[in-house]
């Protein structure tokens, strides 16, 4: 069955520790990956995304995430994080063969201590 | 420019009723999808509606259903209700075509709570 696992559900950082929010998911065929960001008391909203090519994709607020094919995952990373970027994060992945559904991960809550 | 909004916020129903939960998507948006976000697990995909066709659909039964109207709002609704349909429902809209390529602007959702 299609499926998107995040390995962490609650992260717990300092501020300015660096950041990896892992992705992985069972699929065939072609796949477009998305990092959501939901954080308190705001809707969901796009963090990145791959189409395709460099598959170190940057997105906003520092975020990046590395496509790695081989390993079917897509990890989130940030080299500093702030107090700011406590939320919860979602990966989702949408594959060609599924219909175009899109299928999302349990989500990692991450809280950053000043 | 407006998000996408959904009412409504809270809707509390009891075993056996029906509910309907509405969006708006942004102006300029064909899409909607539907999702349902119980306590502990991710969102789950429900519905995609596009031009007013329901173009897929996830793993739910088919007491779960809904349409998508010319004006491209949305109603979502759950007939028969049971106990564990009680969660988040998220909406979101976006660009006609491939959701593959175009980014989904979630709304706040819709607290349904089943007595």
């Known amino acids: 069955a299609q499926s998107v696992s995040q390995h962490n559900h609650h992260v717990i950082l300092s501020e300015a520790a660096s950041l990896e929010l892992g992705c992985n998911y069972s699929?065939?065929?072609?796949?477009?990956l998305f990092w959501y960001v939901q954080y308190p008391g705001q809707h969901l909203q796009l963090l990145l995304k791959?189409?395709?090519?460099?598959?170190l994709v940057k997105g906003i607020k520092g975020f990046e995430a590395e496509f790695i094919k081989s390993k079917f995952s897509f990890n989130l990373r940030k080299p500093s994080v702030q107090w700011s970027d406590t939320a919860e994060y979602f990966c989702?992945?949408?594959?060609?063969?599924?219909?175009?559904?899109?299928?999302f991960g349990a989500g990692t809550r991450l809280f950053v201590k000043a | 420019e407006a998000g996408v909004t959904q009412s409504p916020t809270h809707l509390i129903k009891t075993r056996g009723q029906q509910a309907t939960l509405r969006c708006s998507p942004i102006?300029?948006?064909?899409?909607v999808y539907w999702y349902q976000q119980a306590l502990g697990l991710g969102l789950q995909f429900l519905l995609w509606?596009?031009?007013?066709?329901?173009?897929n659909r996830g793993n739910f039964p088919p007491r779960f259903s809904g349409r998508q109207f010319p004006n491209y709002s949305s109603e979502l609704n759950v007939n028969a209700l049971e106990l564990e349909d009680s969660a988040l429902y998220l909406c979101?809209?976006?660009?006609?075509?491939?959701?593959?390529?175009?980014?989904?602007?979630f709304g706040p959702g819709t607290r349904l709570t089943v007595l």
């Open positions: 699929y065939g065929g072609t796949v477009n």
């Open positions: 102006s300029g948006h064909t899409s």
């Open positions: 791959y189409f395709s090519g460099d598959p």
């Open positions: 979101a809209s976006s660009l006609w075509g491939n959701p593959s390529y175009n980014e989904q602007f």
């Open positions: 989702a992945v949408i594959s060609n063969t599924g219909g175009f559904k899109t299928i």
């Open positions: 509606y596009d031009e007013g066709e329901e173009r």
